[in-house]
């Protein structure tokens, strides 16, 4: 920058680069629009999450600085979400009400511009995927601090989706009310596993009043909404959807408290170069099934990254598992290690192939 240069002179710039952002986009748009019209005709998905990988890829490659890789991957996004939504929008079920975590979650994954629709339990999220009303489903499935979500495991048991994706997000928590004054707050409303992750920071700071559990976060702020001596333990998103003011943030007791999301949908997620394979199986209670079921793993060299039981509901002392492992199952060694394990099992499903977090 010279010192010649006016703030007038360098606005200007910025309105000429605007334009021409402006006029690429919406050509960007246009060529999108004509990539739906050719797949409509060829019967095939509008919403290629494969392709969209590569773009963010692309972009990250082409990236020169200064704007660091995680801001082009949010513009992008963004700009793919909307040039999908001209054609029809993305149709996402996730565990609502509004301004929950999973909502938060949708929204990284899926950007503004689709269409996210809130449900009140797992399995609706699970039953509107499964009769096609929305072509994917967010649910939570694993905390950092909490453990597995076990209603999520259960309900692959039954259900035929797959996992198409995951999502890591950083869980903070705020204290929100209507005034934004900590000498109003008479009561604090939130789900449990959040007042339990601020527990210390509450007996410091507003000891003797009274917590009450409520089903997520985001109800506690709808409530809190309409109570001016109550405060919500929320999510920041739950402030500005509820008209809440924050009193302060980040209350949680532990720093680095990540939520595990998995998007299901209908279909398989092809190979990104990085993924993880998710399957459940039942085995035969017998001497060293354990050893014989993870050999098949070891000797491939197939890395296992998890391993879950749940009992199974109808028969006391039976279990299922659950294992994640690195790799996509259309490679061989990941493949072949899951078809010997099946071999032994009473039976064994895959929940899908996806890329793994970043
Ligand atoms: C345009 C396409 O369709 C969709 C839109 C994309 C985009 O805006 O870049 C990428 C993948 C698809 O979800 C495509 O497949 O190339």
Same mark, same amino acid.
């Given at each position: 920058?010279?010192?010649?240069? %006016?703030?007038?002179?360098?606005?200007?710039?910025?309105?000429?680069?605007?334009?021409?952002?402006?006029?690429?986009?919406?050509?960007?748009?246009?060529?999108?629009?004509?990539?739906?019209?050719?797949?409509?005709?060829?019967?095939?998905?509008?919403?290629?999450?494969?392709?969209?990988?590569?773009?963010?890829?692309?972009?990250?490659?082409?990236?020169?600085?200064?704007?660091?890789?995680?801001?082009?991957?949010?513009?992008?996004?963004?700009?793919?979400?909307?040039?999908?939504?001209?054609?029809?929008?993305?149709?996402?079920?996730?565990?609502?009400?509004?301004?929950?975590?999973?909502?938060?979650?949708?929204?990284?994954?899926?950007?503004?511009?689709?269409?996210?629709?809130?449900?009140?339990?797992?399995?609706?999220?699970?039953?509107?995927?499964?009769?096609?009303?929305?072509?994917?489903?967010?649910?939570?499935?694993?905390?950092?601090?909490?453990?597995?979500?076990?209603?999520?495991?259960?309900?692959?048991?039954?259900?035929?989706?797959?996992?198409?994706?995951?999502?890591?997000?950083?869980?903070?928590?705020?204290?929100?009310?209507?005034?934004?004054?900590?000498?109003?707050?008479?009561?604090?409303?939130?789900?449990?596993?959040?007042?339990?992750?601020?527990?210390?920071?509450?007996?410091?700071?507003?000891?003797?009043?009274?917590?009450?559990?409520?089903?997520?976060?985001?109800?506690?702020?709808?409530?809190?909404?309409?109570?001016?001596?109550?405060?919500?333990?929320?999510?920041?998103?739950?402030?500005?959807?509820?008209?809440?003011?924050?009193?302060?943030?980040?209350?949680?007791?532990?720093?680095?408290?990540?939520?595990?999301?998995?998007?299901?949908?209908?279909?398989?997620?092809?190979? %990104?170069?990085?993924?993880?394979?998710?399957?459940?199986?039942?085995?035969?209670?017998?001497?060293?099934?354990?050893?014989?079921?993870?050999?098949?793993?070891?000797?491939?060299?197939?890395?296992?990254?998890?391993?879950?039981?749940?009992?199974?509901?109808?028969?006391?002392?039976?279990?299922?598992?659950?294992?994640?492992?690195?790799?996509?199952?259309?490679?061989?060694?990941?493949?072949?290690?899951?078809?010997?394990?099946?071999?032994?099992?009473?039976?064994?499903?895959?929940?899908?192939?996806?890329?793994?977090?970043?």
């Amino acid at each position: 920058m010279s010192k010649t240069q %006016s703030l007038e002179q360098l606005r200007g710039e910025i309105d000429q680069i605007d334009s021409n952002l402006v006029k690429l986009l919406n050509q960007r748009a246009k060529v999108a629009s004509d990539v739906g019209r050719l797949k409509a005709g060829q019967d095939r998905d509008f919403h290629v999450p494969s392709r969209e990988r590569e773009v963010h890829e692309r972009v990250a490659r082409l990236n020169q600085g200064p704007l660091p890789e995680e801001a082009f991957r949010s513009i992008f996004r963004e700009i793919m979400s909307a040039c999908l939504a001209l054609e029809s929008p993305v149709k996402v079920a996730f565990l609502g009400p509004m301004a929950t975590f999973t909502h938060m979650a949708a929204m990284q994954q899926f950007g503004l511009s689709a269409q996210l629709v809130p449900q009140k339990s797992i399995p609706t999220v699970f039953e509107e995927v499964e009769k096609g009303r929305a072509l994917y489903g967010v649910v939570p499935v694993e905390n950092s601090t909490e453990g597995m979500v076990s209603h999520t495991l259960d309900m692959f048991v039954e259900s035929d989706l797959k996992i198409t994706a995951e999502v890591l997000l950083e869980v903070s928590h705020d204290l929100l009310s209507r005034t934004g004054r900590m000498e109003d707050v008479r009561k604090v409303y939130s789900h449990p596993q959040a007042l339990a992750q601020c527990r210390h920071w509450l007996e410091e700071n507003l000891p003797n009043v009274p917590l009450v559990d409520v089903a997520s976060t985001a109800l506690a702020a709808q409530i809190v909404s309409e109570d001016l001596s109550a405060a919500a333990i929320a999510g920041c998103s739950a402030a500005e959807h509820y008209g809440l003011k924050v009193v302060r943030s980040r209350i949680e007791d532990q720093v680095n408290n990540f939520t595990r999301f998995i998007v299901v949908s209908r279909k398989l997620a092809e190979p %990104s170069g990085n993924d993880k394979t998710s399957i459940l199986f039942s085995v035969k209670d017998e001497p060293g099934i354990l050893y014989r079921m993870l050999e098949p793993f070891a000797r491939r060299g197939v890395n296992l990254s998890k391993i879950e039981s749940r009992p199974v509901k109808t028969k006391a002392w039976e279990y299922i598992f659950f294992l994640d492992m690195s790799g996509h199952v259309s490679e061989a060694p990941v493949g072949e290690a899951i078809e010997e394990l099946r071999s032994f099992c009473q039976f064994l499903k895959i929940l899908g192939s996806y890329p793994k977090a970043r």
